[in-house]
């Protein structure tokens, strides 16, 4: 596929997916959503050989959400907004949520609307200091979507969730961090660096077992106890035939560092 509204790097184990639309600040179109769920495709396949996947946003923003000029076409001008979340929103964040490996959002200035929520369903985020969150719906007349009406209340609270969505004020990254919202937040100048690191070393992980570990994460605020420790159990037998555990222990006893497969 040739990506237009996206560059896709996919070499050995780590995939980048930069959005490349940076005079709009990185705003979904039609057109890029089908591009990022190309590329989520392409690093999900067995055979691909990624072993984590890095999100960011080219120029000075993130993402600003959806780009209203190419929305309000829709329709004569009357745009079914439900149907462009359940055909185009819906499979990006569900695939994203999905993968079985680790995401890592790098978050470069402004990440509004759908663009926050594509942010926050990334596993691990960083952000630039003068990185925001904004959730802005409610001033254009619009109920949150995007999945941040799933994500933020797990994240920071159900008073935060509300006040952050029916407010509509940015969030600065520092904030954010404090806030649990995003895992950490460095200077500008450090983002690219850190996030290189940041890849490099869960790409080097036993990704197998990070991925069963994101599961579980993900199930546990559904499940009761019981349930919980039952997953986990079933989880830790697939772990437990793995390749890489038994590489893990040898290291381990052997008093030297592991070097993992992701199987």
């Not at 149907?83 to 964040?93: A, F």
């Not at 790098?106 to 369903?121: E, S």
């Not at 052997?254 to 992701?262: H, L, T, W």
Request: glycine residues 10%; charged residues 20%; proline residues 4%.
């Amino acid at each position: 596929m040739d990506y237009t509204a996206i560059t896709f790097e996919n070499t050995g184990a780590i995939a980048r997916i930069t959005l490349n639309r940076p005079d709009k600040l990185n705003c979904f179109t039609q057109t890029m959503i089908l591009e990022i769920r190309h590329a989520l495709d392409v690093v999900a396949a067995k055979d691909s050989g990624v072993r984590c996947l890095v999100i960011t946003g080219a120029g000075r923003g993130f993402c600003s959400g959806q780009d209203l000029a190419e929305a309000m076409q829709m329709g004569g001008g009357h745009p079914d907004l439900g149907e462009v979340v359940e055909k185009s929103y819906t499979p990006m964040i569900k695939t994203l949520r999905e993968l079985e490996m680790p995401v890592l959002g790098v978050i470069n200035g402004i990440a509004a609307g759908a663009g926050a929520g594509f942010a926050l369903a990334c596993d691990i985020v960083i952000a630039a200091r003068s990185a925001s969150f904004l959730l802005p719906f409610a001033k254009i007349g619009l109920a949150a979507d995007g999945g941040a009406t799933w994500t933020l209340p797990r994240l920071i609270g159900h008073a935060r969730a509300l006040a952050m969505t029916m407010l509509g004020e940015a969030i600065p990254a520092e904030q954010a961090e404090s806030w649990g919202m995003i895992w950490k937040v460095v200077d500008d100048a450090a983002l690219p660096g850190e996030g290189k690191a940041l890849a490099e070393k869960l790409a080097s992980q036993p990704t197998l077992a990070l991925a069963l570990s994101k599961k579980l994460i993900q199930a546990s605020t559904a499940n009761t106890l019981d349930d919980q420790l039952a997953m986990e159990g079933r989880l830790q037998t697939i772990a437990g035939f793995s390749e890489d555990f038994q590489k893990g222990v040898a290291a381990f006893l052997q008093k030297r560092p592991a070097v993992f497969k992701g199987r």
